[in-house]
């Protein structure tokens, strides 16, 4: 990244300094030129956090080059790690109510919910969406499917949607098998 900087810098240096001798302005006024880039130019982003912009301002005064480089701090993900109150619609058509305990690191959540704890997820987030899997057992057999949850923007409740895993993906987005849950 140092490298990488140093060309820019150098480069731009380069075209100050030819623009600086090729005009007639009388004075000490330096020649300025901001130039903004993306961090995702010269440094890896996380999906889940938007490009952090970067101001590069050059000046040429002669011989005395400078270079002020400022970057603004991304903006955090969300956070789903925590005890959630949940509520879902079976298959059958039930209401349940559930505690699901979620818990993340970086962009990857895990989660169990269910009595003692025998329904399982793993998701990703991505913005303000989690999505990913869901398994539980009972005594009849084991179940697994596809879910997605929407984090409301003061972060305390989601809302959310699921399928079976016999289901199309493309079901999720027009399933009324719903999975809501408010932050304890």
Request: aromatic share 6%; charged share 15%.
């Amino acid at each position: 990244m140092r490298k990488s900087l140093v060309i820019l810098l150098a480069g731009l240096a380069c075209i100050m300094m030819i623009a600086a001798g090729c005009t007639s302005s009388s004075g000490t006024t330096p020649a300025t030129t901001t130039a903004v880039t993306t961090a995702a130019a010269t440094e890896t982003a996380t999906p889940s956090a938007p490009a952090a912009e970067t101001t590069i301002v050059v000046t040429a005064e002669a011989a005395n080059v400078t270079a002020n480089v400022t970057t603004a701090a991304p903006v955090a993900a969300p956070s789903w790690t925590g005890t959630w109150n949940t509520s879902y619609v079976s298959s059958d058509k039930k209401p349940v109510m559930e505690v699901l305990t979620m818990n993340q690191t970086g962009s990857s959540v895990t989660g169990t919910y269910g009595k003692n704890s025998t329904g399982t997820i793993n998701a990703t987030v991505q913005e303000s969406k989690l999505a990913g899997t869901w398994a539980e057992s009972d005594l009849t057999g084991n179940y697994t499917g596809k879910f997605e949850f929407t984090l409301s923007a003061d972060e305390k409740s989601f809302t959310g949607r699921w399928i079976d895993a016999s289901e199309n993906l493309s079901a999720l987005a027009n399933t009324t098998q719903t999975w809501d849950g408010v932050r304890v």
